[in-house]
Structure formats: C-alpha cells, structure tokens
C-alpha cells in the first residue's frame, strides 16, 4: 500500500533510540523527508532522508528551533510525531513524590509535544492540513500502582490536549491521535536504570526477576512478549498518512494484550 509519504516533511521529536529511531527509519522508508530531534544524533547519520537535529528540547526555545530548521530546510511540515517521553520510577508511592518530580514528568511527557505542536500548526495550517501523532502510554488511563503516578498523569494530559487539537484542527485538515504503547523492549524498561533495574534494586532480586514481577503485577501479556519499537512505528507511519486523514482524536494501544477491559 502507498503511504503517499514519499516528499511529505515529518519532524520526529526523541528520535535518537528506540521508538524514535524505529519512527525515524519507517517514515525514511516511506520516502518523507524527516527533520529528526535528538539530544545524541550519533544513531541518525547517515541514514537517506534523514537531517538529525542536536539539541535538548527541554529548553524552552527548542522546539520552535526544531520546527525552524524543518522550514529552512523544506519549506512547510506536513507531518509531526512527539515522541519524547521519560518515566522515573517513584517507589515511594505519591506521598512521597514530589511537585519538583511532577513538574519533571510533565516538562518531559506533556511541555515538550506542547510546545513542539504550539511552533509547528500555523505551518499546517498554512499548508493546508497535516498529521500529528503524539506518543503517549497506557499508563495515561490505566494506572496499576503508584510507581508511575507523575508519568501517567503527564501523559493523560497529552491525550486530552491530543483530543482538543483534533477538535479545533480538524476543519483546517489536522488529523491529530496517539499512539499509546504498553511495555515496549526499549531502554526505558530495559536498559541501565530502567524499570527493571530500578525495581531489582529497591527490592533485591536481580533484573530479569523484577521484570516478571511488575508484569505479572499488572496482569500480564496475552502475547507473552514486550512490544517492539517497530511495531509502534508502524503503527504511528500510518496514522501520519494521509490515507488515515479522517481518523483523528482517537487512541490506539498497541500492549500485547495487556489490558483487558474495554
């Protein structure tokens, strides 16, 4: 199927590893022209179609460079993906999470896709429409326990701004949705001081262990298996296409079967 992506310029936010880089690669592969933002851009180069961005979007000023650089390079943005995204483990439950640790989840879950859609719509909307997709996460209305409680609420913040944008947007040939994955095998579950790591420290066991245990904690997968940063990619390639131009304000959980209720 033709994507109708070849030409179309996509800004990739958190686009360095993981699902960003999986985005990055599927967009490339479709032939869209990515402008592609990432505090390390090491992973980036080389790669046809591709212009890596080095800068910290947590300043306040970065995504609006991000977006400028997609303009000076190609003149419009059809298509936006926020990916960025970061989850601390809080072990202590909400009583002992901090305003400072909430205002930390919300810069890095909520205010950076914020401020990247703030820079980046006038453009579409000059250009006569265009696609965002913001990555988001089950824990945005499926919150088992404590440990992820400034994340959940952060990333349930970008679905309800996701689905006001859609509304207002939509005359102007805006399509904005989510993507919320469940565990996917990436850093941030995986990797030094994900997850994993985090718990296996807090409570003694070793990695592989604490894995099983917060999955099995929160029910566990029907397909056995963490998602990969692929099939998240695909997915968002294809809400950002304009064949999907008249799905917008929806939330699509790709979780192995994770949650089970409606």
């Not at 032939?31 to 933002?37: E, F, K, S, Y």
């Not at 483990?89 to 400072?100: C, E």
Request: charged share 20%.
């Amino acid at each position: 199927m033709d994507l109708e992506l070849n030409g179309k310029v996509a800004i990739v936010t958190g686009a360095g590893k993981g699902i960003g880089l999986a985005i990055v690669r599927g967009l490339a592969d479709e032939g869209a022209l990515v402008v592609a933002g990432s505090r390390s851009t090491d992973t980036l180069t080389g790669i046809e179609r591709v212009t890596p961005v080095a800068l910290d979007l947590a300043a306040p000023d970065a995504p609006a460079q991000l977006v400028q650089r997609a303009l000076d390079e190609h003149g419009r943005v059809d298509v936006l993906v926020n990916n960025v995204g970061a989850v601390r483990m809080r072990l202590d439950g909400f009583l002992g999470t901090s305003d400072a640790e909430f205002e930390w989840a919300l810069q890095m879950n909520f205010f950076i896709a914020l401020r990247t859609i703030r820079a980046a719509i006038p453009a579409m909307v000059d250009n006569g429409g265009g696609a965002i997709v913001n990555v988001a996460s089950v824990n945005a209305f499926f919150q088992p326990d404590a440990g992820t409680i400034d994340y959940g609420a952060a990333k349930a913040a970008l679905v309800n701004l996701s689905k006001s944008l859609a509304q207002e947007f939509g005359a102007r040939g805006i399509h904005v949705n989510c993507v919320s994955p469940g565990p996917v095998a990436t850093d941030l579950w995986l990797g030094e001081h994900g997850v994993a790591e985090t718990v296996a420290a807090a409570t003694g066991v070793d990695a592989d262990t604490a894995r099983e245990r917060v999955i099995a904690g929160i029910g566990g997968f029907a397909t056995g298996r963490f998602t990969t940063p692929e099939e998240v990619a695909t997915l968002v390639v294809m809400l950002a296409s304009a064949r999907t131009a008249n799905v917008t304000g929806a939330n699509y959980v790709i979780d192995g079967g994770l949650i089970k209720t409606v």
